[in-house]
T-cell receptor, first 111, second 116 residues
Framework: DAKTTQPPSMDCAEGRAANLPCNHSTISGNEYVYWYRQIHSQGPQYIIHGLKNNETNEMASLIITEDRKSSTLILPHATLRDTAVYYCIVRVNNAGNMLTFGGGTRLMVKP | GAGVSQSPSNKVTEKGKDVELRCDPISGHTALYWYRQSLGQGLEFLIYFQGNSAPDKSGLPSDRFSAERTGGSVSTLTIQRTQQEDSAVYLC??????????????FGPGTRLTVL
C-alpha cells in the first residue's frame, strides 16, 4: 500500500470549513483514497473514498489532485462533534483486506 | 439497523488469566476483522475472517492469541495467560462484499482490556 503523510494536528473554528490534507505521492493507478475518522473512545468511522474524481456525500467532500499525489478532505461546516483523529488511507479496492491506519490528523474544532 | 456490537465493553483481569472478547457483526456481513489499539497509538490489525475461507492470522502478536468465528457470524477473540502489554482497546469491524467499497469497514465500540 502507498504511504500517506498527514499533519499531526489542526485546529478549526466551529462553523468554518475544515480542510485536511493528505500526501500520497507513491499512489498507484489502482489504489483508492479512503478517509476514516475516530472520535475519542469510539471505533473508527468511514467517511468517504475516491479514485480520481472528486466525491461528496452527506459527511464531507474529497478533492483529489489531477496527478493523484495528494488529496484534501473537506468538512464544510465543522462542528464541535467533528473533533476527532482523521485517517487518510490509500488502498487497492480488493476484497476485504485489513486497513492500515497511520498517525492521522488530530482535528480540534474550537468554539 | 443494528451496528457491530462487542462485549464486554470493559474487562479488567489479572496477569496470567485467560479472557474472551466477543464480537457480533452486522447481519449478512461476510468479512470480520479484529484490531487492537494501545493507549495513544494507531490501530494494529490482528486477524481477518472472510466467509468460509481460512482466516488471515498474520497480525496475531503471539500464540497466546486466537480467534474463531462460529457459523460465519459471531466471533470470539481469546487471549491466554494475559500480560500487562495486552492492555488495549480491542476493536472488531465487519464488512460486506456486496457493498461497492470492499474497504468500507464498520467498527464496533471496542472492548477496553486492562491487565493488572
Amino acid at each position: 500500500d502507498a504511504k500517506t503523510t498527514q499533519p499531526p494536528s489542526m485546529d478549526c473554528a466551529e462553523g468554518r470549513a475544515a480542510n485536511l490534507p493528505c500526501n500520497h505521492s507513491t499512489i498507484s493507478g489502482n489504489e483508492y483514497v479512503y478517509w476514516y475518522r475516530q472520535i475519542h473512545s469510539q471505533g473508527p468511522q468511514y467517511i468517504i473514498h475516491g479514485l480520481k474524481n472528486n466525491e461528496t456525500n452527506e459527511m464531507a467532500s474529497l478533492i483529489i489532485t489531477e496527478d493523484r499525489k495528494s488529496s484534501t478532505l473537506i468538512l464544510p461546516h465543522a462542528t464541535l462533534r467533528d473533533t476527532a483523529v482523521y485517517y487518510c488511507i490509500v488502498r487497492v479496492n480488493n476484497a476485504g483486506n485489513m486497513l492500515t491506519f497511520g498517525g492521522g490528523t488530530r482535528l480540534m474544532v474550537k468554539p | 439497523g443494528a451496528g457491530v456490537s462487542q462485549s464486554p465493553s470493559n474487562k479488567v483481569t489479572e496477569k496470567g488469566k485467560d479472557v474472551e472478547l466477543r464480537c457480533d457483526p452486522i447481519s449478512g456481513h461476510t468479512a470480520l476483522y479484529w484490531y487492537r489499539q494501545s493507549l495513544g497509538q494507531g490501530l494494529e490489525f490482528l486477524i481477518y475472517f472472510q466467509g468460509n475461507s481460512a482466516p488471515d492470522k498474520s497480525g496475531l502478536p503471539s500464540d497466546r492469541f486466537s480467534a474463531e468465528r462460529t457459523g460465519g457470524s459471531v466471533s470470539t477473540l481469546t487471549i491466554q495467560r494475559t500480560q500487562q502489554e495486552d492492555s488495549a482497546v480491542y476493536l472488531c469491524a465487519s464488512g460486506s462484499l456486496r457493498t461497492s467499497s470492499y474497504n468500507e469497514q464498520f467498527f464496533g465500540p471496542g472492548t477496553r482490556l486492562t491487565v493488572l
